[in-house]
T-cell receptor, first 115, second 116 residues
Framework: EAQVTQNPRYLITVTGKKLTVTCSQNMNHEYMSWYRQDPGLGLRQIYYSMNVEVTDKGDVPEGYKVSRKEKRNFPLILESPSPNQTSLYFC??????????????FGPGTRLTVT | DAKTTQPTSMDCAEGRAANLPCNHSTISGNEYVYWYRQIHSQGPQYIIHGLKNNETNEMASLIITEDRKSSTLILPHATLRDTAVYYCIVSYPLMYSGGGADGLTFGKGTHLIIQP
């Protein structure tokens, strides 16, 4: 089944403790992206990647890192989480850039709480 | 990317057609209209997209006005499972997006409630 998976789905952690949220897709998509969703603010893009080893900042990249060493994986790293990073996080992927379609496939979400 | 305006919420009776409007008066020539929906904190789900012509797929129809300043998403026979927040997004395709933020801009959308 074509899908985007995220792990963990739920995480409660403390301020300053490094964490990684994994994202994997099995559709051979070149484009991947991370969003966060907060009440009243909608979805905002954190980072995106057009291909392996190619990443760039989105609208709200501060406090986050990403890497794209393999096509299928795009982990989100919080080196020193803070309470303002408490949010619902979504990973998404999309087929090769250059097509007319902007159909993005979203993962199920990771609910992160930083105390 | 062009900004969109959608009603905050709408109701529709089960089995009837749900018509969700979207205004995008500042849309530019190469920007597409995309519709996504999100069911209660699940990941957003792609529904349909179009440039100028009306489009139809197994989920919905998209009607775009001739001047492209507005569009309507039509769910022909709404069911209770269609209750969700529906997002209308106007965006360039990836090939034109160039540098800077490259993501879809999700506004607040329309909360569609299907009534039994």
């Amino acid at each position: 089944e074509a899908q985007v998976t995220q792990n963990p789905r739920y995480l409660i952690t403390v301020t300053g403790k490094k964490l990684t949220v994994t994202c994997s897709q099995n559709m051979n998509h070149e484009y991947m992206s991370w969003y966060r969703q907060d009440p009243g603010l909608g979805l905002r893009q954190i980072y995106y990647s057009m291909n392996v080893e190619v990443t760039d900042k989105g609208d709200v990249p501060e406090g986050y890192k990403v890497s794209r060493k393999e096509k299928r994986n795009f982990p989100l790293i919080l080196e020193s989480p803070s309470p303002n990073q408490t949010s619902l996080y979504f990973c998404a992927s999309s087929p090769r850039p250059g097509t007319s379609s902007y159909e993005q496939y979203f993962g199920p979400g990771t609910r992160l709480t930083v105390t | 990317d062009a900004k969109t305006t959608q009603p905050t919420s709408m109701d529709c009776a089960e089995g009837r057609a749900a018509n969700l409007p979207c205004n995008h008066s500042t849309i530019s020539g190469n920007e597409y209209v995309y519709w996504y929906r999100q069911i209660h904190s699940q990941g957003p789900q792609y529904i349909i997209h179009g440039l100028k012509n009306n489009e139809t797929n197994e989920m919905a129809s998209l009607i775009i006005t001739e001047d492209r300043k507005s569009s309507t998403l039509i769910l022909p026979h709404a069911t209770l499972r269609d209750t969700a927040v529906y997002y209308c997004i106007v965006s360039y395709p990836l090939m034109y997006s160039g540098g800077g933020a490259d993501g879809l801009t999700f506004g607040k959308g329309t909360h569609l409630i299907i009534q039994p």
